[in-house]
């Protein structure tokens, strides 16, 4: 629907098109009833909001509550031009669909990989298994509470960085567009094979590039992320200890575009974060993954370039992400 144009529609309304028309038709109506679906989820918390000030707004749906909030603001003639706190019906509608939608999916193909991933390199796997065994040493807890979020995620700082080295390893998006609003210009730098930076091999020279308004810019994600000034000179390998931080070393968070960045960033991140290491850790605790028995007998860059292989659909999707699992 979002890369459709709204006369192709409305033209199919009007004339059937073989093939075209019943798969136009389809997505319309599929478009409509989320639509219904999330305007009435958002009336319902106007309705909260507006009724004493708020004060019998449900304290849950705290996403959903600043959302309509931020709309609230423009309804209200509050908006700016650089006010990042509020929201038009089109944006608020976009966000809700990319949290509903698009979140889920993209933290099941992070998962996927984490898992394929997981197996190819046992070592790092034991170190997240010996993690979480130490949260929970008698087994995976049978009942959740509100508290133990707060005392559980704060001690899964391995498994964490798996999960974020997995999207720098294996971004699920390839590409992030911006356009250019004002004219500007960037500081950045260029890089030679001169040798000049012995521990890089790389000649790196700081230079600008101007920008005008109106101008379309692709970041390239993959190449920010194997990018070996920010990560170091094994950007190649996957190695969570990128994400650790210590006395001597902070992780390059400008140089992280698994979410995007800035203003406009992805706004499922922190329930994709928590979703999917939530997952991992869990299943890490019950289950040891290994690479599946067909694929034994080759080599190690044979089976990684199998588990990895992946196809760009809304996201890069994993195509041959299986692994057997093995109680332990």
Same mark, same amino acid.
């Given at each position: 629907?979002?890369?459709?144009?709204?006369?192709?529609?409305?033209?199919?309304?009007?004339?059937?098109?073989?093939?075209?028309?019943?798969?136009?038709?389809?997505?319309?109506?599929?478009?409509?009833?989320?639509?219904?679906?999330?305007?009435?989820?958002?009336?319902?918390?106007?309705?909260?909001?507006?009724?004493?000030?708020?004060?019998?707004?449900?304290?849950?749906?705290?996403?959903?509550?600043?959302?309509?909030?931020?709309?609230?603001?423009?309804?209200?003639?509050?908006?700016?031009?650089?006010?990042?706190?509020?929201?038009?019906?089109?944006?608020?509608?976009?966000?809700?669909?990319?949290?509903?939608?698009?979140?889920?999916?993209?933290?099941?193909?992070?998962?996927?990989?984490?898992?394929?991933?997981?197996?190819?390199?046992?070592?790092?796997?034991?170190?997240?298994?010996?993690?979480?065994?130490?949260?929970?040493?008698?087994?995976?807890?049978?009942?959740?509470?509100?508290?133990?979020?707060?005392?559980?995620?704060?001690?899964?700082?391995?498994?964490?960085?798996?999960?974020?080295?997995?999207?720098?390893?294996?971004?699920?998006?390839?590409?992030?567009?911006?356009?250019? $609003?004002?004219?500007?210009? %960037? #500081?950045?730098?260029? =890089?030679? !094979?001169?040798? @000049?930076?012995?521990?890089?091999?790389?000649?790196?020279?700081?230079?600008?590039?101007?920008?005008?308004?109106?101008?379309?810019?692709?970041?390239?994600?993959?190449?920010?992320?194997?990018?070996?000034?920010?990560?170091?000179?094994?950007?190649?390998?996957?190695?969570?200890?990128?994400?650790?931080?210590?006395?001597?070393?902070?992780?390059?968070?400008?140089?992280?575009?698994?979410?995007?960045?800035?203003?406009?960033?992805?706004?499922?991140?922190?329930?994709?974060?928590?979703?999917?290491?939530?997952?991992?850790?869990?299943?890490?605790?019950?289950?040891?993954? $290994?690479?599946?028995?067909? %694929? #034994?007998?080759?080599? =190690?860059? !044979?089976?990684? @370039?199998?588990?990895?292989?992946?196809?760009?659909?809304?996201?890069?999707?994993?195509?041959?992400?299986?692994?057997?699992?093995?109680?332990?």
């Amino acid at each position: 629907r979002a890369i459709i144009p709204d006369w192709m529609f409305s033209l199919t309304n009007r004339v059937y098109i073989p093939f075209i028309s019943p798969y136009l038709r389809k997505t319309l109506k599929a478009y409509n009833k989320l639509e219904a679906i999330s305007m009435e989820a958002v009336s319902r918390m106007r309705a909260d909001l507006l009724q004493d000030g708020g004060q019998k707004a449900p304290k849950g749906g705290a996403l959903l509550r600043n959302l309509v909030q931020a709309n609230m603001n423009v309804d209200e003639g509050n908006r700016s031009e650089n006010d990042k706190y509020s929201l038009t019906d089109r944006e608020l509608l976009s966000n809700i669909f990319v949290y509903s939608n698009l979140t889920p999916e993209t933290t099941a193909d992070v998962v996927s990989f984490t898992c394929a991933l997981l197996a190819l390199y046992p070592e790092i796997q034991q170190k997240v298994f010996e993690e979480v065994l130490v949260l929970w040493p008698k087994g995976l807890p049978t009942h959740g509470e509100e508290k133990e979020y707060k005392q559980c995620f704060s001690k899964l700082t391995y498994t964490t960085a798996v999960f974020y080295e997995t999207i720098r390893f294996q971004p699920i998006v390839s590409r992030l567009g911006r356009k250019v $609003l004002k004219d500007t210009t %960037l #500081k950045t730098y260029c =890089f030679t !094979e001169k040798g @000049a930076s012995p521990d890089l091999g790389l000649d790196i020279e700081p230079m600008t590039i101007p920008l005008k308004a109106g101008s379309e810019v692709i970041i390239d994600v993959h190449g920010v992320h194997r990018n070996p000034v920010y990560w170091g000179p094994n950007v190649d390998e996957f190695d969570p200890e990128h994400f650790i931080d210590n006395d001597t070393y902070r992780w390059p968070r400008d140089a992280f575009l698994g979410f995007s960045t800035g203003h406009r960033n992805c706004i499922g991140q922190k329930f994709a974060i928590v979703e999917g290491v939530c997952i991992l850790s869990k299943l890490i605790r019950k289950y040891e993954i $290994l690479i599946p028995a067909d %694929l #034994k007998d080759r080599t =190690f860059e !044979e089976q990684k @370039a199998y588990l990895l292989k992946w196809r760009p659909l809304v996201s890069n999707a994993p195509v041959n992400s299986r692994v057997c699992l093995r109680p332990r």
